[in-house]
């Protein structure tokens, strides 16, 4: 039983920060309804994107790529599926009644939509009082900025964080795996959690809003104090840091293979040098203690990437490790999804998709001794839960849904 | 106004960023947090970056609005003191090592939550971590940096600050559910596992597909160009294309034959930058970024932390900006991480002088002044 079963989320959510947020919520054990659009798709289905091999099963996008895409599929663990017009009125009239039934509305549209469509908190709290309206807009809701839309690299970019990212001179840089999405999801998780808890302990509910771009600041917070502080700013240095020499990220043997390694102090060097076999390193004068390592880094690093590019990365990641050295391989996909220590974490889940089969569904790092969460079903396919919805949880008749189904408001075909 | 969290008393003994960091939202949405430090202060005290009067700003961000109390935790009397102080709180935040089942079964309603690079057990347990470590382990560095060029690691500690949110999650979540048991239990949360969590899904695309996207830089449509005074960035979403050329003041560069078919466009990318590089040095960076926010593109100023301060309208307009009262005098902190409409984050002060607390704290215990006097003279506080 996980800690939030009895809860009801509705999302209206789209991409990565804004499903995350609610599959948190899911895998806590929130029941959590996604309401799509069939007209205008969760991006993360990939309708109408440039085709990516990478994204689908290895026998296609079949019929409806929507349902197979594993963007959305990661995304959307646990969940429910309900498609809804809500720009008819029907539409609309179905979404407030789910909303008196509900806890908590998670949304990630952009300033102003939900009160366009009549579902502003004040809306709300008339026909549900204590209900929890969360909005994650990437600039806030108001502000200058707060009408340009977002997505995570030009999060990163807004938020500093990608001025410090990048090889010596060169651009501001963006991370691969776009960051500030998961950084969104886990602060619209809190957010949700913070007022649930409150009106647990007998508050009421309220509105929250969660500017990504500013929650994300603060997982620099410490540098952008700096910053302020002595009107400098940090510049891009590739991998190097201030407090440790070497910090990089070194060849190792095969092609395009890599390890991380870090010597934060001279005990952490003098290690590294035996674990290479390189004591001329460990004695020479150049490189005797911090200070002297930061100023000779180009010699340093030559020198260890020397060495490092004889050895096997997970091994020599591992015999590192063991004389107390921080070292990694640089891990693919693959290679982190066979990682012993996530196995050994239950990280993965098999999950029976209904249009894909039994695949591995990534986790969550959460671990609760006495109310675990889990992962339980696949993400949804388009629509899938929505007349179990509105025949089960709203209680409308056979003649009810059929109209809502003639008249296009729960359509489940992508226009 | 109340405190979202207000009643709720935490021990933070965790001396780590997530640790820290989760303490100090806990803080912020009203939770009583004391610092449980070693007698010669938090590690964390000692580390980069530094205020130019010597105090470590990563001390102050992730501690304040805290109180402190000293204690070892490595010799008996100090465990001794901890369950003592356990018994009257509803949560503590540890690092590995920490007994946490004796301090439960000194109160059974605590949340105790292992916060850690690794966690106790597993194959891992004995390695070290940095976010390059963990940025590197979990496959995010892979796809940071140039294909012809060493992976990037990315910057800061971003992995341990995402665990330390989680561990706010997790801790939340156990506290919800001891509102119906009235039960406590332990939590844990790993750096590692959670830098897993927050890469992109490429695991689960190479168990769809059977495959890796190649190292190096994702093949995004992010321009990137730099104006008079700063950086701007444009994602060039598909159904964004011809707003996106007009905002630069190119609306024949839509059909160009190099960039209008959407599936060679990437191809050509740095061609396509050059095209609006040209444009943008002429320009300002916010009349760029305007003219891209009102065409409806996503776009953004790739702000230096500097800019972010004095440059930003955006942030200045909405008050982000805000202050705590020190024994230096008033400092700049940064605005909450989400508003909430009836619990505001409150803001209660600085970060705390080490042991700050000690009389207050043990006094509380029923610790007598004499008895506290023997206890710092043995080091134990």
């Keep these: 039983m996980g800690p939030l079963s009895g809860l009801r989320v509705v999302e209206l959510t789209t991409a990565w920060a804004g499903p995350m947020a609610g599959r948190i919520l899911a895998y806590l054990g929130a029941e959590v ?69 509900s806890d908590v509305l998670l949304s990630n549209f952009t300033p102003g939509t939900l009160p366009r469509l009549g579902l502003s908190y004040d809306d709300l709290k008339t026909i549900r009082p204590d209900i929890i309206v969360a909005e994650m807009p990437a600039f806030g809701l108001a502000g200058p900025m707060a009408h340009g839309p977002a997505i995570g690299p030009t999060m990163e970019m807004a938020a500093g964080m990608a001025s410090m990212i990048g090889y010596p001179n060169g651009p501001p840089t963006t991370t691969g795996p776009t960051y500030p999405d998961p950084m969104g999801a886990f602060h619209g998780a809190a957010a949700v959690l913070t007022a649930l808890l409150h009106r647990r302990r007998g508050g009421n509910g309220q509105h929250v809003e969660i500017p990504q771009v500013e929650a994300a600041m603060h997982f620099i917070g410490e540098h952008i104090l700096q910053a302020i502080a002595t009107g400098q700013d940090p510049a891009p240095t590739g991998n190097r840091v201030a407090w440790a020499a070497p910090h990089g990220i070194f060849p190792s043997a095969g092609d395009d293979q890599w390890i991380a390694v870090a010597a934060p102090d001279d005990a952490a060097f003098q290690s590294l040098c035996t674990v290479l076999q390189r004591s001329d390193l460990a004695q020479d004068s150049r490189f005797a203690t911090l200070p002297d390592r930061l100023l000779h880094q180009d010699e340093l690093e030559a020198a260890i990437a020397g060495a490092t590019r004889l050895h096997d990365k997970q091994a020599l990641a591992e015999r590192l490790q063991a004389a107390g050295v921080p070292a990694a391989p640089v891990n693919d996909a693959a290679e982190a999804a066979a990682s012993p220590y996530l196995a050994d974490r239950g990280h993965f889940t098999d999950l029976l998709h209904p249009e894909i089969g039994v695949v591995p569904h990534e986790g969550l790092p959460f671990r609760l001794s006495a109310t675990p969460g889990g992962q339980h079903r696949a993400s949804p396919c388009l629509g899938q839960d929505t007349e179990m919805i509105l025949r089960d949880i709203l209680g409308l008749s056979e003649a009810e849904i059929v109209r809502l ?11 | 106004m109340t405190a979202a969290l207000a009643g709720l008393r935490v021990l933070d003994a965790s001396d780590s960023i997530a640790g820290q960091f989760c303490g100090r939202m806990l803080a912020d949405f009203g939770a009583q947090v004391t610092l449980v430090e070693p007698p010669g202060g938090a590690s964390v005290r000692r580390d980069p970056p530094f205020h130019p009067d010597g105090s470590s700003l990563r001390f102050f961000h992730l501690n304040t609005g805290k109180s402190s109390i000293t204690l070892d935790q490595r010799i008996p009397a100090g465990r001794v003191l901890l369950t003592q102080l356990a018994t009257g709180a509803d949560v503590v935040i540890a690092g590995a090592g920490v007994d946490r089942a004796a301090l439960r079964a000194a109160n059974g309603r605590l949340v105790t939550a292992l916060v850690s690079e690794f966690g106790e057990d597993g194959p891992l347990a004995h390695w070290h971590g940095t976010e390059m470590i963990q940025q590197a382990l979990s496959g995010a560095a892979h796809r940071n940096g ?106 024949d560069l839509a059909d160009d034959p190099r960039f209008a078919d959407p599936r060679i466009r990437l191809d050509n990318w740095p061609a396509l930058n050059a095209v609006f590089q040209e444009v943008a040095v002429q320009q300002r960076a916010d009349d760029l970024l305007y003219h891209l926010l009102n065409a409806h593109a996503v776009a953004a100023r790739a702000y230096s932390l500097t800019e972010l301060w004095s440059d930003c309208a955006h942030l200045a307009e909405r008050g982000f900006w805000e202050q705590v009262e020190t024994e230096d005098g008033p400092r700049p902190v940064l605005g909450p991480q989400f508003r909430m409409s009836q619990t505001p984050r409150q803001l209660t002060g600085g970060p705390p002088a080490p042991g700050e607390a000690n009389d207050r704290c043990y006094a509380a215990l029923g610790i007598s002044m004499a008895e506290r006097a023997a206890l710092r003279h043995a080091g134990v506080i």
């Excluded at chain 1, 995304?75 to 008196?100: C, E, F, I, W, Y």
């Excluded at chain 1, 189904?405 to 226009?415: E, L, N, V, Y």
């Design chain 1, 405 to 415: 189904a003639r008249d296009g408001t729960i359509a489940a075909d992508p226009a």
């Design chain 1, 33 to 101: 309804i996604h309401v799509e659009s069939a007209s205008r798709l969760d991006s993360w289905r990939q309708h109408k994107q440039v085709f990516s091999q990478y994204r689908y099963p290895r026998d296609g996008q079949g019929e409806r790529p929507w349902n197979r895409v594993a963007q959305f599929n990661s995304q959307n663990v646990n969940k429910l599926s309900l498609t809804l017009d809500l720009k008819l009125p029907g539409g609309r009239d179905v979404m407030l009644r789910l909303l008196a039934k």
């Design chain 2, 146 to 251: 140039q294909p012809d060029q060493p992976p990037l690691y990315g910057t800061g500690d971003r992995a341990a600050y995402a665990a330390g949110l989680g561990a706010y999650i997790t801790i939340l979540a156990a506290l919800y559910a001891r509102e119906d048991s009235d039960q406590g239990q332990d939590v844990a949360i790993d750096v590692a596992q959670t830098t897993s969590s927050m890469t992109n899904p490429f695991m689960t695309q190479y168990h769809y597909s059977g495959l890796v996207e190649p190292r190096g830089e994702r093949r995004m449509p992010l321009i990137r160009v730099l104006c008079q005074d700063g950086w701007v960035g444009v994602w060039v979403h598909l159904h964004r294309w011809r707003a996106t050329c007009a905002a630069f003041g190119l609306p």
